[in-house]
């Protein structure tokens, strides 16, 4: 069912050509979706409150395993004992205990050379938001997942180039990711890692190379909780691949699989059940064969 009737949304644009059938990239991506559904990986998750179920339902879907929980030692003996090989912090939902909780798990993944994934959800909105994501500073995420507000908004936050007073706070996306594409070039660049940018054509991007992927489907906009999941199952790949890998085959994986469940939904409600189907059932070489424009 198409949604055309009822909304309408920014395209954005594709740019450059589609990378070869047979670049290396492509098979680094296959072998990650393999890699996820063989060895069930663990992404400890401290997330938001009003889709945490649907990150440990979409990780499961892809192949993973899941653990929430808001607790900075919890991370450090999930890390310790070699269980969770990656975690993933959101930012949607905070309470007080977070000024030190969410700092205190970046800091025992980035101690122990794990890497992490944030979600600066409502990024610019709220004192509380703006102290912890000041302290992440000190200890870099590997992957940041966000849409174009949130990208610009951290840039912000972090005082680097790439800030634009055109942002406005928020948990949905308001600037195009073409707009963004200067916050996420320099947030890549200050840690050293890769920056995944959602919206109707995704943005995955190391600070040197820009990689568009294009599809997915507007209903994604139209359920809480996509790009949250997004999230998590970015931190689920990171488990098995290095980042670039692990933020392409995530958002690749999630284009081809609203694709499919677009097919069959009626609505949002059979969307969301039709997604979870599909991020189970779509191939490694159907997410790897996707449009990548490099
Ligand atoms: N207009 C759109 N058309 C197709 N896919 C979209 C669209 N907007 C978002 N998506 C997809 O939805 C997922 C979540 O992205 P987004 O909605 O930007 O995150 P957030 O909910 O954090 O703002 C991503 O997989 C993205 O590709
Ligand atoms: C609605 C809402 N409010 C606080 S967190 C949240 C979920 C945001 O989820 P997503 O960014 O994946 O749409
Ligand atoms: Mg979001």
Same mark, same amino acid.
């Given at each position: ?8 949304? @920014?395209?954005?644009? &594709?740019?450059?050509?589609?990378? %070869?059938?047979?670049?290396? /990239? $492509?098979? #680094? +991506?296959?072998? !990650? ?79 122990? @050379?794990?890497?992490? &994934?944030?979600?600066?959800?409502? %990024?610019?909105?709220?004192? /509380? $938001?703006? #102290? +912890?994501?000041? !302290? ?79 599809? @997915? ?8 909780? %996509? ?10 790949? !990171? ?56």
């Amino acid at each position: 069912m198409s949604l055309d009737s009822h909304d309408s949304t @920014g395209n954005g644009t &594709v740019a450059a050509g589609n990378i %070869a059938v047979n670049d290396p /990239l $492509r098979a #680094e +991506i296959a072998a !990650a979706v393999d890699a996820v559904r063989d060895t069930t990986p663990l992404a400890q998750s401290l997330t938001n409150f009003v889709t945490i179920n649907f990150v440990a339902n979409a990780q499961l879907a892809v192949g993973g395993t899941a653990a929430m929980h808001y607790s900075g030692e919890e991370a450090g003996a999930l890390d310790s004992a070699g269980a969770s090989k990656a975690t993933y912090i959101n930012m949607g939902t905070l309470l007080a205990e977070f000024r030190t909780e969410y700092p205190a798990a970046a800091r025992d993944a980035v101690e122990r @050379g794990l890497p992490w &994934v944030l979600d600066p959800v409502g %990024a610019g909105a709220g004192e /509380l $938001r703006g #102290e +912890i994501l000041r !302290a992440f500073h000190e200890t870099p995420p590997t992957i940041i997942r966000c849409n174009a507000s949130e990208a610009i908004a951290l840039a912000g936050i972090w005082g680097l180039d790439g800030a634009d007073s055109k942002s406005r706070a928020g948990v949905e996306a308001h600037d195009e990711i073409d707009a963004a594409i200067p916050a996420a070039h320099a947030l890549a660049r200050f840690t050293g890692g890769v920056v995944s940018v959602s919206g109707a054509v995704d943005l995955v991007t190391d600070g040197e190379c820009d990689f568009r992927l294009p599809g @997915g489907s507007v209903w994604m906009t139209k359920i809480t909780g %996509a790009g949250c999941s997004l999230g998590g199952v970015t931190a689920t790949y !990171a488990c098995v691949a290095r980042p670039l890998v692990a933020a392409l085959a995530a958002a690749l994986h999630y284009n081809r699989a609203a694709d499919s469940a677009e097919r069959v939904a009626e609505g949002p409600g059979s969307f969301q059940v039709a997604f979870l189907d599909a991020l189970w059932n779509t191939t490694a070489d159907e997410i790897a064969q996707s449009p990548i424009y490099g």
